[in-house]
């Protein structure tokens, strides 16, 4: 029944309904489990989801159609063409920080391909899961689309099964485990992990919009985001003034009371709160600092020239704690050292940079990531037409538009 194309839109269409229906309880649940706004939820998790779905029923009938290929002369006088199938029956594992967008979106990509789904919401984020199990039952039956709760027992009992395909989202570490289990029947995986994803300031940036833009970036969803701006390589010359514009920027977004702005979200749990808050050991708090274990509210913190090799700058921080490393020119030039430093670890996720544009095309050639932005970041996961993925430790496969009907 999925090869139909007709079928398949009819599905999306049943979803969209679906979210348009549920909005609200998706909305309350994002509120209660992390303190996330409406506006924020709408902005980074309803609204993606929504025109993921509208962009892949205008354009599925193209990205389905048999393809004519060129055939050489010597295979005269056959015809070649590509014909798009689905993989099969696939399972789909998400993380609790973006819980709607981040398990939704791929399931767009497998009703688009033609799969059927078994979805796997995290367990620390409990009313969105059930929420989301509710809203999936009430909208389709469960030999097509499936939602299975648990904790990471229930992961490793849908891993042992044999899947046409996995799509995994969440940390590098348990993207090993999924593909350690997948390499058992040979299941191909799509693997969306994280890593710290470097932001590098030259002397040559527009100061107040890298730091409006930071701000933003590190802020939202209190910096628990795969994308977001995890550290900072900042050229000595301007550092002051950077910090100087942060502080006011992240006034201007949050209040001078950042514990009160509706739209700070919270640390997921106490683990992770512990976590954070631990890393503030690891440098100088020049700005911020601050925090609450009541509430899991932690401030926004800038901390000074960590040691490299401290927790803070070796472990992905996935929280609003946000590291500075001075460089300069002297010996070689601040492009090439930021450069060499990126590229001394693991490769990231995503890589920002703020100054002239034809030296962060310059510096995008001298690095490897998954994706990045020029003088802004986080927005490229915005745009349906380019694909979002991964590269070595930061994960593999890509999806969002086509890419996701092509990964399934």
Partial sequence: ETLDITFRKRMLRKLSDAIESWEEKLASALWEDLHKSYEEAYLTEISIVKAEIRHHIHKIGKWARKRAIPTPV?????????VKEPLGCSLIISPWNYPVQLLLNPL???ISAGCTAVLKPSPYVPNVSKVIEDMISDTFEECYVAVVQGNRDVNSLLLAQRWDIIFFTGSPSLGKTVMAAAAKNLTPVILELGGKSPCIIDKSADIHRAARRLAWGKTLNSGQTCIAPDYILIHQDIKQDFIKAFEKEVRELHGDDIRQDKHYVRIVNDRAFERITGYLNDGKIIYGGSYDAAERFI??????????DSPVMTEE???PVFPLITLNDEGRSFLEKAADFVTSREKPLAFYYFGKESDGWKIIGMTS????CINDVIMHIANENVPFGGVGNSGMGRYHGRDSFEAF
């Fill in 299 to 308: 401030e926004p913190t800038l901390l000074d020239n960590p040691s490299i």
């Fill in 369 to 372: 990531s998954g994706g990045g």
């Fill in 108 to 110: 767009v990509g497998a």
């Fill in 317 to 319: 921080i996935f929280g």
């Fill in 74 to 82: 010597k295979l005269f006088p056959s015809r070649s063409h590509i």
